[in-house]
């Protein structure tokens, strides 16, 4: 658990409700990812914000990118707030402290910024994250009347044969080591990062009725 006075931030582990309503209210996803996560809320001033959700991610080539075993690298795969005065870089810092205390043998986070929702990762950048590049375009799926990844497709209909299907742009990709070597090992990939779309605007997700406030675990969550 940590805690701070500037505007009265407070980051705990998050319940898995909590979790998913701030995905399904405040992420332009608007669903909770699958497979094993680990879950960290924001309260500011008492009342629920969102969370930052860590988990595997879509790439299972992701480990043998980078070299590391399965156990050493995971991914950012949600930013899920509403409205706040805390800046998201710095609760991304201090949910990276708890992940790590979580999880000693992590050695290396990724995430995502996607330009097609006017992304360029500018919290990443105010992290001091390392930006890997940009992904090439990719094909994603119709399903259910929304855009959706093929990997995600799989797992609920079991194929993604008779859809239809659109390319999009590729990701920016960021990384962060969580220890000297692995800083070493990867500051040879930094590129100059990517610059904020002219379209794109400041803020956060959409704010949600006042009345909801899901809470924090009352467990120890398990590692990833």
């Not at 080539?61 to 710095?90: M, W």
Request: glycine share 10%; with cysteine.
């Amino acid at each position: 658990m940590s805690s701070s006075s500037k505007s009265d931030l407070r980051v705990d582990w998050a319940t898995h409700a909590a979790a998913k309503y701030a995905c399904e209210h405040w992420h332009y996803s608007g669903c909770m990812p699958a497979g094993k996560l680990v879950k960290i809320g924001a309260w500011e001033r008492g009342e629920y914000k969102g969370c930052l959700i860590f988990g595997m991610g879509a790439n299972n080539n992701l480990p043998k990118t980078y070299k590391l075993q399965c156990t050493e690298v995971c991914e950012l795969v949600r930013i899920a707030l509403r409205g706040h005065d805390f800046t998201v870089s710095r609760l991304v810092r201090i949910a990276l402290k708890m992940l790590k205390e979580l999880n000693p043998g992590i050695r290396l986070v990724v995430s995502y910024a996607d330009p097609k929702q006017l992304h360029h990762g500018g919290v990443y950048q105010a992290g001091g994250w390392i930006f890997d590049g940009t992904q090439s375009s990719q094909t994603e799926y119709i399903y259910k009347g929304v855009q959706t990844h093929g990997r995600s497709v799989m797992a609920s209909r079991g194929t993604i044969k008779g859809l239809p299907k659109i390319r999009v742009p590729g990701k920016h990709r960021y990384l962060m080591p969580l220890d000297p070597e692995m800083r070493a090992r990867i500051k040879p990939l930094a590129q100059p990062y990517p610059k904020r779309p002219k379209q794109a605007t400041p803020g956060t997700t959409s704010e949600a009725a006042g009345q909801n406030r899901p809470g924090r675990s009352n467990s120890q969550p398990e590692a990833i």
